[in-house]
């Protein structure tokens, strides 16, 4: 297929290449849809649903539907935005308040999509969880995985898939879901080859190289972590 597809996004025409899905094309025309599973170097997941957009009235995600010519995309409304603060808010849960201390504390793409979306302390206390409290998996020389961070994006499990190890999975279900490799082994006893892909594609801190040190900027998605900075929430960003 060859040329260049025409489409609109809230109103405004946006120009594709063919193969493109609707979230590639937004973010090559500068139009921020907030994304947490998605990644250029694998399939799309689907996983997350924070990209939802309507499509002739229609919810569906940005990153795995393909752009079409002529379509009519709303990116932005105020049903879409409640049903992605839900996911949000439910992902930060119980998710670890550790951000001052945290690597990817600036680079995060959970503190992104909340400080874009304006997650609130309400938001967050009326479905506050418990953390998931497993321990986390240091057996590998080179880095460690924190469960207590992890958003379950699947984005290492379809990286390590990518580079032919597959070592890991989704594991357990519900609030036990975790990342893991098989029989819940220790990664050092799968097929890891300690290439560290996923470490580079991880989103958010779960995956940390034993080597970096933690960020020492102060950012922060949620206000219970004792510092009270708040720095993040309620500034909408893109
Ligand atoms: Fe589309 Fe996660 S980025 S579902």
């Known amino acids: 297929?060859?040329?260049?597809?025409?489409?609109?996004?809230?109103?405004?025409?946006?120009?594709?290449?063919?193969?493109?899905?609707i979230l590639e094309a937004a973010l090559a025309n500068?139009?921020?849809?907030?994304?947490?599973?998605f990644s250029d170097v694998t399939e799309p997941f689907g996983g997350?649903?924070?990209?939802?957009?309507?499509?002739?009235?229609?919810?569906?995600?940005a990153c795995e539907n393909p752009a079409e010519e002529g379509m009519n995309i709303v990116s932005e409304s105020g049903r879409i935005n409640r049903i992605r603060r839900n996911t949000v808010s439910l992902i930060i849960t119980?998710?670890?308040?550790?951000?001052?201390?945290c690597r990817k504390s600036g680079d995060c793409k959970l503190?992104?999509?909340?400080?874009?979306?304006?997650?609130?302390?309400?938001?967050?206390?009326?479905?506050?969880?418990?953390?998931?409290?497993?321990?986390?998996?240091?057996?590998?020389?080179?880095?460690?995985?924190?469960?207590?961070?992890?958003?379950?994006?699947?984005?290492?499990?379809?990286?390590?898939?990518?580079?032919?190890?597959?070592?890991?999975d989704f594991a357990y279900r519900g609030h036990d879901t975790k990342i893991a490799a098989f029989l819940d082994r220790d990664i050092m006893d799968s097929p890891c080859v300690s290439c560290g892909e996923c470490?580079?594609?991880?989103?958010?801190?779960?995956?940390?190289?034993?080597?970096?040190?933690?960020?020492?900027?102060v950012k922060t998605v949620c206000p219970y972590c004792g510092a009270g900075c708040e720095i993040h929430l309620g500034v909408r960003g893109g």
């Not at 119980?94 to 201390?101: A, G, Q």
């Not at 909340?114 to 409290?133: C, W």
């Not at 470490?199 to 900027?217: D, M, Q």
């Open 1 to 21: 297929m060859t040329g260049t597809i025409k489409f609109k996004i809230d109103g405004e025409w946006v120009e594709a290449s063919p193969g493109m899905t």
């Open 30 to 37: 500068g139009i921020y849809i907030p994304h947490l599973c």
């Open 48 to 61: 997350c649903r924070l990209c939802l957009v309507e499509s002739e009235g229609r919810l569906v995600t």
């Open 94 to 101: 119980n998710h670890s308040r550790d951000c001052l201390t």
């Open 111 to 168: 503190q992104e999509v909340a400080s874009y979306l304006d997650v609130s302390e309400d938001d967050l206390e009326r479905l506050r969880m418990d953390l998931k409290d497993v321990p986390p998996d240091d057996s590998n020389p080179f880095f460690i995985r924190d469960h207590d961070k992890c958003v379950l994006c699947g984005i290492c499990v379809r990286v390590c898939e990518y580079v032919g190890a597959e070592a890991i």
């Open 199 to 217: 470490v580079e594609a991880c989103p958010v801190g779960a995956l940390s190289p034993r080597t970096e040190k933690p960020s020492s900027e």
